[in-house]
C-alpha cells in the first residue's frame, strides 16, 4: 500500500542553519504531496503542497519540491528560526478515484532551533 | 469561523471507562475525519464521513469504537470499555474538497 518515510530525528539547529527534512513515498500514480506542522499542544497545519511532479510548494520560507523520480518530496528552508520548532510531517494523498480523501502520513520529525 | 473544534482538549479515564469526544466542523465543510496519533507517531486515519454518512472505516477501528455524524454536522467518537493502549491524540479534520482543516485534538490518558 502507499506509504510515506520521514527522516529520524530530532533534528537540532543553530538559528539561521540550513534546513533539510528528507521524505520519500510509496504509492501508485500521481499522489498530492504535503507538509504539515504541528506546534507544541496545537492541531496540524498544511504548512505546502504540491500536486504534480516538479511541481514547488512555498510558505513561510520552507520549499518542497515534488520529484517523480525519486519519489521524494524534501522540506527546505535557508534560514530557520527559534520559532521554526516544531513537529514536521509529510503526507500523501494518494491518487486513487476511489480515495475518500484521507491523508497518510509519515512518522514525524522533531525540529529544535536553538539561539 | 474559528475552524475545527474538538472537546475536551484533555481526558484521563480509569481503564474499563467509556469515553466520547466531539467534533464540531467548519460548517460548510461536508467532508470530516477522525485519526489517532500516538506519541512518536503520524496520524493514523480512523473513520470519514461525508455528511451524515460514514463511509470508510480503518481495521484500527475496533468494535470498542463507534462515530456518529448525527445531520451532517458535528460528530462524536466513543471508546467502549477503554485499554490503556487507546492512550493517544485523537484528532478530527474536516474538508469541503480544498484541503483539511484540523482541530487542536482531544489527548486521552488511560490509567
Known amino acids: 500500500g502507499d506509504s510515506v518515510t520521514q527522516m529520524e530525528g530530532p533534528v537540532t539547529l543553530s538559528e539561521e542553519a540550513f534546513l533539510t527534512i528528507n521524505c520519500t513515498y510509496t504509492a501508485t500514480g500521481y499522489p498530492s504531496l504535503f507538509w504539515y506542522v504541528q506546534y507544541p499542544g496545537e492541531g496540524l497545519q498544511l504548512l505546502l503542497k504540491a500536486t504534480k511532479a516538479d511541481d514547488k510548494g512555498s510558505n513561510k520560507g520552507f520549499e518542497a519540491t515534488y520529484r517523480k523520480e525519486t519519489t521524494s518530496f524534501h522540506l527546505e528552508k535557508g534560514s530557520v528560526q527559534v520559532s521554526d520548532s516544531a513537529v514536521y510531517f509529510c503526507?500523501?494523498?494518494?491518487?486513487?478515484?476511489?480515495?475518500?480523501?484521507?491523508?497518510?502520513f509519515g512518522q514525524g520529525t522533531t525540529l529544535q532551533v536553538k539561539p | 469561523d474559528t475552524g475545527v473544534s474538538q472537546n475536551p482538549r484533555h481526558k484521563i479515564t480509569k481503564r474499563g471507562q467509556n469515553v466520547t469526544f466531539r467534533c464540531d466542523p467548519i460548517s460548510e465543510h461536508n467532508r470530516l475525519y477522525w485519526y489517532r496519533q500516538t506519541l512518536g507517531q503520524g496520524p493514523e486515519f480512523l473513520t470519514y464521513?461525508?455528511?451524515?454518512?460514514?463511509?470508510?472505516k480503518s481495521r484500527l477501528l475496533s468494535d470498542r469504537f463507534s462515530a456518529e455524524r448525527p445531520k451532517g454536522s458535528f460528530s462524536t467518537l466513543e471508546i467502549q470499555r477503554t485499554e490503556q493502549g487507546d492512550s493517544a491524540m485523537y484528532l478530527c479534520a474536516s474538508s469541503g474538497g480544498h484541503g483539511y482543516t484540523f482541530g487542536s485534538g482531544t489527548r486521552l490518558t488511560v490509567v
Open positions: 464521513f461525508q455528511n451524515e454518512a460514514q463511509l470508510e
Open positions: 503526507a500523501l494523498y494518494p491518487a486513487t478515484s476511489s480515495n475518500t480523501g484521507k491523508l497518510i
